[in-house]
């Protein structure tokens, strides 16, 4: 799933089930790699060889009622289509399956236990949780030249000046002064490139909110829609998040009055939306499309041209390159 297209790599006919209405995306859920339709979403697959009055079988799995269920399928199928449709509720489906013959009993029982596994190549594996820092692994007053990742293996060091840890209006965090630039050992996995999902959580507090601040820059490429910046910026077209679009940049008209109080930034992108939340208020939501190039190392503090330094205050930073959209 790229956000727009449910890619039949593993069938005959090739192709793929094409997004019509409506937003899905990946969850691991059961034990189970799935697509989540949200409500009211239609996918549509079409090939002149599909046929309800031929011989066929359809099948699948949904997970309803905390467990997986065969799905009863033959509804999908029609002249020359296959539709998946939710209704009010999500349809959280997997190994959804069409033969152009009938299937005999053995088979069918084969297919209940055995789940299609398309296996990547091993730069494109998932890896969860890829950036993970926060100031709670310190104790006050510590001062800290290099930063552990709790995400992928590596680690962030100074390139001159270290962080303090200090404890602002209770929490614990990493002070910025805009001198303060860390560097990443590791590399963004390729798990991140062209239009990738990710989601990105932070708290941040900024006692002076100027037009443009990086708290973290995530790629070292310079062109069009190949950023992927956390900002701490007054600039309404690009405070919070800065790809090096224009459309698809994002910002807070009233980051300003936010000066000197901690700030929940959440992003979330499928590959398709991108919605920027900031103290739970969804502040943006487009349809965008990225174009992010592979990444030598990350920056904090600032981005990786060296500009907008960042002064202020960082209690933790988290990057997943899977979408996971803002709990309740």
């Known amino acids: 799933w790229n956000g727009r297209e449910w890619q039949n790599n593993e069938g005959m006919l090739g192709g793929a089930f094409t997004l019509k209405e409506g937003s899905a995306r990946i969850q691991r859920i059961g034990g189970r790699d799935a697509l989540v339709l949200e409500p ?10 599909l046929s309800s009055s031929k011989e066929h079988t359809v099948s699948g799995l949904v997970y309803r009622s905390g467990k997986w269920q065969s799905y009863e399928a033959e509804s999908c199928l029609s002249s020359g289509a296959i539709t998946l449709h939710s209704s ?5 489906i997997t190994n959804f399956r069409y033969y152009n013959w009938k299937q005999e009993a053995a ?10 596994v398309c296996l990547p190549v091993a730069d ?13 692994d310190f104790a006050v007053n510590d001062t800290v030249p290099y930063l552990e990742n709790r995400g992928v293996k590596g680690y962030f060091e100074a390139r001159k000046l270290p962080l303090v840890v200090k404890e602002v209006k209770g929490k614990k965090a990493f002070h910025f002064e805009g001198t303060q630039v860390y560097t990443s050992s590791f590399m963004l996995p390729a798990t991140l490139q062209d239009n990738a999902p990710y989601t990105l959580e932070a708290w941040v507090l900024n006692d002076s909110i100027s037009e443009n ?8 490429s310079h062109d069009e829609l190949e950023k992927i910046m956390l900002v701490n910026g007054t600039e309404p077209r690009c405070g919070v998040i800065n790809h090096y679009g224009w459309y ?3 910002g807070y008209k009233n980051m300003k009055e936010l000066a000197g109080k901690w700030q929940h930034i959440y992003i979330c992108f499928d590959g398709r939306m991108e919605q920027v939340y900031v103290n739970g208020k969804l502040v943006s939501e487009k ?9 030598q190392f990350i920056t904090l503090g600032r981005n990786a041209e060296g500009d907008w330094p960042f ?13 996971l959209p803002l709990k309740e």
């Open 107 to 116: 088979e069918k029982a084969y297919d209940v236990e055995t789940d299609i």
């Open 311 to 323: 002064t202020g205050y960082l209690h933790s930073l988290k990057l997943w390159d899977e979408y």
């Open 248 to 250: 698809e940049d994002a």
């Open 88 to 92: 009010t509720e999500p349809l959280v």
């Open 213 to 220: 601040e990086c708290v973290a820059d995530f790629t070292t």
């Open 287 to 295: 349809d965008i499309q990225l174009l992010v190039k592979p990444s």
């Open 40 to 49: 009211g979403t239609t996918l549509e697959y079409s090939h002149l060889l």
């Open 124 to 136: 494109q594996r998932k890896h969860g949780l890829v950036v993970s820092l926060s100031a709670d």
